[in-house]
Each structure stands twice: as C-alpha cells, then as structure tokens.
C-alpha cells in the first residue's frame, strides 16, 4: 500500500459539478476554525488521505467491493442522481463509471460474494448489476420496482439475497431473479435474515415483525415488545441465535425468531439506539456493541447482559449513527452526526484516532481489511464530500 496516495492523482473530473484536490491541497485550503491541530491527521496511526471527492450534493451511500483491494472498486451515491463506481488500482490512473438515474440514489450495496451491485433510487426503482474486474464491464442483470423512498438495503451474508426497506409497510426481497413481497402491517425501519430465508424487521409501531421463510409462505408474525404509545423499533440484527432490537427508548429486546418471543431485555441507554454490531469473535464470547443518539456506546454480553465498557468520547455532542468492528476484534469504528469518525480500543475506551472527515453529519461508512495491519476507511457526508484514508492498527 505504499502507492496509496497516487490514487489521488489519477482521479478525473467527473463533471461541472465534481471535482477533486488531493491531501496536500486540503490541508492547505481547509480554514474551518472548528477543526483543531488534534484534528489533523496523525502519521503515526495513519496514512494520508489517499482521495477527495466532492460533488457539491449530498452523498449518502458508498461501499468497497468485498475483495478489494484484488478488485479495487468502490461505488456511491448520492444527490447527483448517479451510482459512481470507482476502480482504484495502485500504481494505475484511477477511473470512474457514472450510472445516471431518474433521482437520488440514496442506497448501493455489494452482495456478500461481490458478485452483484445493487443501487436503489429514491423513486424505488432498484438496479442489480452484474461485476466483473473491469468497471466499464458490469452489466445490469436485473431491475425492479420495490417501494418508494428506499432508505435501507441489505444483502444476506451468504446467499445473494437482497432485502429492500423504503416507505412502505411492505417487504421487497430479490432472490434468483425472483421478487418476494413480504406484506407488512407498520412502517419497517431496519431489517435482517436469520437461518437461512427468515426476514425480521423493525417497525415504527415498536413490534418486531417475523417471516421464518420468504420463499416458502407469507405469513407475518408480529412480536409486541413491552408496546408504550410513541416508541419504535429503530434497529435490528441477528447475533447468535437471537434477533437483538434497539428502540427509541434506549432499551434493548433480545427475541427469539423460532418461538416469536421476548426473551431478555436490557437498558443501558437513555436515547435512543442507532446501530446494534455483534463482534467478529462474538462466537466465543458473545459481545455487542450498542450506541445511541446520545453518543453513548456500551459494550455488553449477549447472554449475561454484563456491561463490559462504556464509550462517551464527545460526551453528548455528537451523536452516533453507526459502528464498525475491527476483525481484530478489539477495535471499534465509530461515526458520529457531526461528521467525526473515531478509532477506539473498545476494551479500555482509549481513542486511537479521531479524525473529522465531514463538516456535516456522516451519511455512510465502509471499511475494508486489506492486510493484517492495514485497514481501508470510506465515508461519504451530508456536506457532499467522500474521503479514504489507510488506518495502520
């Protein structure tokens, strides 16, 4: 990865709209008085950054290909109403593919084996696009028309199975060519699979919504959770056996998608809970990561409920909106509302590096291991701006 930044030197313009500098050029051009010298890029824990992309519009999605960087390719979108992929090859002219839609392309997701891309509209339209090495290759495969506003979109870990979550009490899934419409009873927020074809998603009614599986029968079951006027399921996954849901309260329900039942509850928040990330050594041990609008973050034991640390870096001024494990398994990537990404060690609350890539809130993040010491970092902002740099752990 030496190379890196000569990444920044072979990105074009994209249109009147697009433009690029590089680090040097940043660090010069950026006045912003909110930015202090702590702010600024530490060479001892990372590289500079190796692009800037900006489009003046917001952007709101963007994810590395799962095995760059043996195939480089990033894709993002955003209010300029086009999927952008970009092949990022060291030692080679970076280069870059529009896709144009008819509005904002507000999500795109890579299936698990990175053989699709999918990118949904706002309008609902969604496109899923078959990969090759070569941007300029990739074919569309297959389109439909899912339900408006798509917010959320999420490929199965192990089958190319794609679930789609816009404004509309319904369910869409995409699989083999075949579309499933799961048929809903309240507004779902967040969504996941369990085993292998069961769908469970959040609602904004608070109730936790189950299809054991979509391809065989449509049949939805709705689990109450302890229901108080006002309250939504705000996110969803499945770690372990159990379906682990975060609501607007701070609380936290563990229910069983077999027997469609409440089993645990916890409370370790006050405001309510953003992102819910299970460890990647969460075998063993079982720890989840759980954060709220309040900037807390709590590391806690899925089965005991035993917290083992608190995270409060910004102490109520930011809040955040996602995090990322390390496969290490001991660090913790997290994205704030005010545009910061921080670095923990999630064990000793220790901030390894706190950067702030954005002047708005963070829309999306994406992180890609690509040796044992050296980790990716993409994140696109409300302020119009996309940003990679190389985080050496």
């Not at 779902?188 to 054991?212: E, H, R, Y």
Request: aromatic fraction near 12%; charge should be negative; hydrophobic fraction near 35%.
């Amino acid at each position: 990865m030496d190379d890196i930044n000569d990444l920044s030197d072979g990105i074009n313009e994209i249109d009147d709209d697009v433009y690029e500098i590089d680090y040097e050029q940043f660090v010069e051009e950026d006045s912003n008085p909110s930015f202090s010298e702590e702010d600024r890029i530490d060479s001892e824990s990372v590289e500079n950054f190796a692009w800037f992309f900006n489009c003046r519009k917001v952007l709101c999605s963007i994810q590395f290909h799962p095995k760059f960087p043996n195939i480089s390719h990033l894709a993002m979108g955003g209010c300029n109403d086009k999927c952008i992929i970009f092949s990022l090859q060291e030692g080679k002219e970076a280069c870059t593919r529009e896709i144009e839609a008819s509005e904002t392309v507000s999500v795109v997701r890579y299936s698990s084996d990175g053989n699709y891309l999918a990118y949904a509209v706002m309008d609902g339209h969604v496109t899923i696009m078959s990969t090759k090495n070569d941007i300029n290759d990739y074919l569309k495969y297959n389109e439909f028309e899912g339900p408006g506003f798509i917010e959320y979109m999420r490929w199965h870990q192990e089958k190319n199975l794609l679930l789609v979550i816009g404004g509309d009490p319904n369910i869409w899934c995409w699989y083999e060519n075949s579309i499933y419409v799961l048929f809903g009873s309240n507004m779902p927020l967040a969504g996941t699979f369990f085993f292998n074809f069961g769908v469970a998603v959040a609602c904004q009614d608070g109730k936790v919504q189950i299809w054991s599986n979509l391809t065989t029968n449509n049949k939805c079951a709705n689990v109450s959770i302890h229901e108080i006027s006002g309250v939504s399921s705000q996110t969803i996954e499945y770690c372990n056996g159990v379906l682990v849901v975060g609501q607007s309260n701070g609380k936290i329900f563990l229910v069983n998608p077999t027997k469609k039942v409440v089993e645990k509850v916890y409370q370790f928040h006050y405001d309510s809970i953003e992102s819910i990330s299970y460890c990647p050594s969460g075998v063993k041990d079982k720890i989840i990561a759980s954060s709220s609008f309040d900037g807390s973050i709590f590391l806690w034991n899925l089965d005991s409920g035993v917290k083992i640390s608190h995270i409060e870096e910004l102490g109520g001024e930011a809040g955040v909106t996602m995090t990322f494990w390390h496969p290490s398994a001991y660090i913790l990537i997290v994205g704030y509302t005010d545009g910061s990404i921080c670095v923990f060690n999630c064990f000793n609350g220790n901030v390894l590096v706190k950067r702030r890539p954005h002047t708005g809130p963070l829309m999306d993040m994406s992180i890609k291991m690509i040796s044992q010491t050296e980790l990716l970092i993409a994140s696109v902002g409300h302020d119009g701006s996309a940003r990679m740099w190389l985080l050496k752990t």
